[in-house]
């Protein structure tokens, strides 16, 4: 996990510094590695010009290894030493598998941490998707490294938005394993919104359609002042081009009346099916035929297939994906009509079967103008830019992010106020009044919290800070007030300033970048299912707190003036004291809260004894003109 950045304040990035971020698209079936130079998002190419990684590794000794085309081109020879897909093992059990024997792999689970989770039986020793996507991510370090001949000081890496907590730290922990310094991780419709600059787009809804090679993804987005909402997301993990493939490839065989024998043979045909799959795409007619062509161990498959026939072949498919549609809008409570724009997003979407589904469900024709496989690698590198601090003129709020989580300081008795509500958009600054809760207190310590829990112990610490030189006052006459400013990259820099004698203290912290997005939807769902647990533990703070502060006030105003309390008088308070004392063990905070009323009631008339006496005091031996 990423340490918390602290800075001192003032130093913020020099503008001359150059911090060199990527955006990752880390790809069922392709990676992508991009970067803004000069401004502009581009996909970073190989030696060979190509800018598409094949997600695939080879392994074919103890050290010895192929990654990309090179693997991918051995996969038919050596299909149970060569992963394919990793990233739909990627934090899972093979009970989570469907159909594993469908798979060429030898699947292990792990024994050892990470218990429970699959691993791949290879000649190069037992693999975990996440030592495979390491691999691949590793490759797009080293080309990015090549690329800027520089080191690179941070990725974004895009995850699908159906990923769970499970899979999300394992595409972190496969980036750490690559020697990555993750930013963060984004979803990946989101960064194909951003890519689109959809931010800059007119406000409403926006759906984002992403078929790839192994998941499918929908997103709908709403855009308000240029900042993007998620309204709802939809999908299905296990849906992509693999399965156009596969359905494609039993079509052929079964018209060919052929039965498939070796692990060789379904490779063979499977990347027979994609070619002829890729090429119809090309097609503008349903007539139009491409040869599916395929050497098997033992025979020949050859045969004509037409768009039409690959439509019907895979129609169940494309319902599918209709189908998910449809129940995304419902659950976002949308119309068709509602949503102002559609983006086009994966490899598959360049189907025709796939753009007219979309285009016939929302009445509209959807935006495809920038490369369907590039579109999200681009979006991460915009948004890596902006992390890694870099400003770019009239772009600066092209990315107006939110707060992920509430951010707030600590008050009395372990309480924590919440002063930047979570969805906040930024930049933002807010500030609230506080108060000294001892006479004469001189110095106040400030501690700033991230988290929508109400007590300090379950939020998480970013900083403290102290302010001194508080001139001294009675409790509560000091007005301390305290600012919490996000800045657009996410600096948020806390200030306190007694209002009256001007002294001030302050601190900048990196509120989200320490925390994964695990993490915060963590804390979010304990938030949610805690909300009773913490609104009692709140009122019995509040109560203890109160009651220590009326305990506090008595025992100094006994101390100033006991001459003018009768001796029953001082006993009767000194009773309720102890009455209120024993209460504070009390998990009960109406008990707390009814003794505290009892001494308060108990020493009114103490209060004003001493506010007369206070009075005639200062009015001893002045006459009205000096006053
Ligand atoms: P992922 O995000 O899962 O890595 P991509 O966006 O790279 O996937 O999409 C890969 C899928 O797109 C593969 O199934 C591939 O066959 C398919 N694809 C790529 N080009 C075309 C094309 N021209 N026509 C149809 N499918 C295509
Ligand atoms: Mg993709």
């Known amino acids: 996990m990423a340490l918390l950045q602290i800075s001192e304040p003032g130093q913020s990035l020099a503008p001359h510094q150059r911090r060199i971020a990527v955006g990752i698209d880390l790809g069922t079936t392709h990676s992508l590695v991009a970067a803004v130079r000069s401004g502009v998002a581009e996909c970073l190419p190989d030696a060979q010009g190509r800018v598409l990684l094949p997600s695939v590794v080879r392994y074919m000794s103890a050290s010895g290894r192929q990654i990309g085309y090179d693997a991918q081109a051995a996969q038919a020879d050596d299909p149970e030493n060569t992963i394919a897909s990793a990233k739909r093992f990627m934090g899972r059990g093979l009970a989570d598998i469907v159909e594993p024997s469908k798979l060429p792999y030898r699947f292990v689970q792990e024994a050892s941490p990470p218990a429970g989770m699959l691993a791949l039986h290879t000649v190069g020793g037992v693999k975990s998707p996440v030592e495979v996507s390491a691999e691949i991510l590793a490759t797009l370090r080293q080309r990015a490294e090549d690329s800027f001949n520089d080191d690179i000081f941070g990725a974004v890496i895009t995850v699908p938005a159906y990923f769970d907590d499970a899979q999300r730290q394992a595409t972190k922990d496969a980036a750490q394993l690559a020697g990555l310094n993750v930013l963060r991780l984004i979803n990946e419709p989101t960064a194909a919104a951003i890519a689109y600059g959809l931010d800059n787009a007119s ?159 929302f009445g509209r024709e959807p935006l495809t103008n920038l490369n369907p496989d590039e579109v999200v690698a681009l979006g991460a590198a915009i948004s890596a830019h902006q992390l890694a601090g870099h400003r770019s003129g009239q772009d600066d709020l092209l990315l107006l992010d939110v707060i992920p989580l509430s951010l707030g300081i600590e008050t009395m008795g372990g309480l924590v106020e919440r002063i930047v509500p979570r969805n906040q958009t930024i930049p933002t600054a807010m500030a609230q009044d506080f108060t000294t809760y001892q006479d004469g207190q001189t110095a106040l310590a400030l501690h700033v919290l991230q988290g929508e829990r109400d007590l300090v112990a379950d939020c998480r610490s970013l900083a403290r800070f102290e302010l001194r030189g508080i001139p001294p006052m009675a409790a509560g006459a000091a007005r301390i007030r305290v600012t919490f400013t996000v800045d657009a990259d996410g600096l948020l820099n806390v200030s306190a300033k007694e209002q009256r004698s001007g002294v001030q203290a302050q601190i900048d912290v990196k509120p989200s970048y320490g925390l994964s997005d695990a993490q915060i939807a963590q804390m979010l769902q304990s938030s949610f299912s805690t909300a009773q647990v913490d609104m009692q533990a709140r009122a019995l703070v509040e109560a203890r707190v109160d009651a220590d502060r009326m305990l506090l006030a008595t025992q100094s105003a006994l101390d100033a003036d006991s001459e003018l309390l009768q001796a029953t008088e001082r006993k009767a308070i000194e009773a309720l004291m102890a009455v209120l004392r024993t209460t504070l063990a009390s998990t009960d905070a109406a008990t707390i809260e009814t003794a505290t009323k009892a001494l308060a009631n108990g020493t009114e008339a103490f209060a004003a004894q001493r506010m007369n006496h206070g009075i005639q005091r200062a009015l001893a031996g002045k006459n009205v003109e000096t006053l």
């Open 203 to 361: 406000e409403g809804i926006y759906a984002v359609f992403d078929l790839g090679g192994g998941t499918f993804d929908v997103s709908i987005l709403q855009l308000a002042r240029g900042v993007f909402e998620v309204m709802a997301t939809g999908g299905d993990s296990a849906l992509g081009g693999d399965d156009y493939d596969r359905a494609l490839a039993d079509w052929v065989l079964q018209k060919l009346a052929l039965p498939l024998q070796s692990a060789h043979d379904k490779a063979v045909v499977l990347q027979a099916a994609r070619r002829c799959k890729e090429r119809l795409s090309a097609s503008s007619n349903a007539a139009d035929t491409v040869v599916f062509s395929a050497q098997l161990s033992s025979s020949a498959a050859n045969l004509a297939v037409s768009l039409a026939d690959f439509e019907a072949a895979t129609a169940h498919l494309t319902a599918r994906t209709v189908r998910v549609l449809r129940k995304t809008l419902r659950d976002a409570k949308l119309t068709n009509d509602e949503v102002q724009g559609v983006v086009l997003v994966g490899g598959s979407t360049r189907m025709p079967q796939i753009r007219r589904a979309v285009a016939d469900f």
